[in-house]
């Protein structure tokens, strides 16, 4: 069956994170993005993991439902851990997603970790030993556990971040390396940028929206057409199957907030060749620019820009159906009217996913405001205008041009909640 599966995300229990970030608003969430498997998120948090203990109920195969709720829609315990240590002589700091299989696997890694930092302190916990010693610790409790390194090129809290990374994968968990299945791309990267690095060739690159709040699920997303069940998902991913995950959903990676080198508060925004023209210095404060993702890939790719790995899984690069809305109505996000339009949108058309993924133009036209649809096509297309992220400042997408008319449906009809 095809899937949709957004495996990284954040409790309430995690810092900056809304108090929406519980299952029942997720799942209502995922329902209305089109997103069939959703990860938990912080399942070492004790008051998050007795939460969903009471909560979620197994299905036998490794996911869970909500307890007496027809959501169809499954989830996978999964969490995200905080890595800070020190190692070839400099600072590490490493963010790793872990999978598994069934509530009494967490219970054991909880027991571990408990000794080892303050599961109590924030749904993303920190440690001060090394990857590796994760890896050994993990597996040592489950080899049906997965690790994937997250968000793998941010400049901070990552395995390839120019701040406090490494090189390789092998360089981080050293002999552990042949567990690691995965990589997560990043909002600030795309797969197109992996290829360039032959030693990724056989890793397989996921793709997840890092919500911190509801509506930013599915921002990123994996596309699968398997059994939705733990055990065959871990084994698509490990074998990097073309024929069971068909594709992710990107970010254009412009869009991040690393994506390109800069100094925000300075309003400096470089390329990596400005940067290095600037031998790395920013030219108003005289202090070191922060290194994007552009130029770290940059930095160990040993392909030129474009090359395609004969075994690469496609990808489809998307923008938030109520960014789409936005621009086209002229109007912020977070508006009433967007908010309508989008509520109308996702009781006519089913799903967020299914608008953006599969409907054809002609099937939206006749329900939707032409400027909406208009704004779907050049999406879809790639025709639009980008100023790229740095520095921690997201990217700005422009759909239309400034100065094109803004047409709106006149249509006074008021929504109820969906």
């Not at 329902?31 to 938990?40: H, P």
């Not at 998902?233 to 990097?240: H, N, Q, R």
């Not at 899984?313 to 109505?329: G, S």
């Not at 329900?367 to 992220?389: A, N, S, W, Y």
């Amino acid at each position: 069956m095809r899937f949709i599966a957004d495996f990284h995300i954040h409790s309430k229990y995690s810092r900056a994170t809304s108090p929406e970030m519980e299952v029942g608003s997720l799942s209502r969430w995922a329902e209305i993005k089109g997103i069939s498997l959703l990860g938990t998120g912080d399942f070492t948090h004790p008051t998050y993991l007795s939460e969903l203990k009471e909560k979620l109920e197994p299905l036998g195969n490794g996911l869970f439902q909500l307890k007496n709720k027809k959501s169809p829609v499954r989830f996978i315990l999964t969490v995200e851990l905080n890595n800070i240590y020190h190692q070839g002589g400099r600072l590490r700091k490493i963010h790793n997603i872990i999978f598994a299989p069934s509530f009494e696997v967490v219970d054991k890694i909880n027991k571990k970790l408990a000794n080892l930092g303050k599961l109590e302190s924030d749904g993303r916990p920190v440690f001060t030993f090394s990857a590796k010693d994760l890896a050994r610790l993990i597996l040592g409790i489950s080899q049906e556990c997965l690790i994937i390194p997250a968000h793998a090129w941010t400049p901070w809290f990552s395995i390839f971040g120019a701040n406090s990374g490494f090189d390789s994968i092998e360089e981080c968990f050293g002999e552990y390396s042949k567990y690691i299945y995965s990589i997560e791309t990043g909002l600030s990267s795309d797969p197109q940028m992996n290829w360039r690095l032959s030693n990724l060739d056989k890793i397989t690159l996921l793709s997840n929206s890092d919500a911190h709040s509801p509506s930013k699920l599915g921002r990123e997303a994996n596309v699968f057409d398997c059994e939705m069940d733990y055990k065959e998902i871990a084994e698509v991913i490990k074998t990097k199957d073309k024929g069971k995950f068909l594709y992710t959903v990107e970010f254009f990676p412009e869009e991040g907030k690393y994506h390109f080198d800069g100094h925000r508060n300075c309003g400096i925004l470089f390329s990596p060749a400005e940067t290095r023209k600037n031998k790395f210095i920013c030219p108003v404060c005289h202090k070191r620019i922060t290194v994007g993702v552009m130029h770290r890939v940059e930095d160990l790719a040993d392909r030129p820009d474009g090359f395609v790995p004969p075994n690469s899984i496609p990808f489809k690069n998307l923008i938030p159906l109520q960014e789409i809305i936005a621009e086209a109505l002229g109007q912020a996000p977070d508006t009433k009217g967007v908010e309508e339009e989008y509520k109308k949108m996702i009781q006519n058309f089913g799903n967020e996913f299914r608008i953006l993924l599969d409907l054809s133009i002609e099937d939206l036209s006749p329900k939707t405001p032409p400027r909406i649809v208009e704004g779907i096509k050049r999406v879809r297309e790639g025709k639009l205008d980008i100023i790229p992220g740095h520095d921690g400042v997201y990217g700005k997408i422009k759909i239309f041009e400034e100065g094109e008319k803004v047409e709106v449906k006149k249509d006074t009809e008021q929504l109820g909640l969906f």
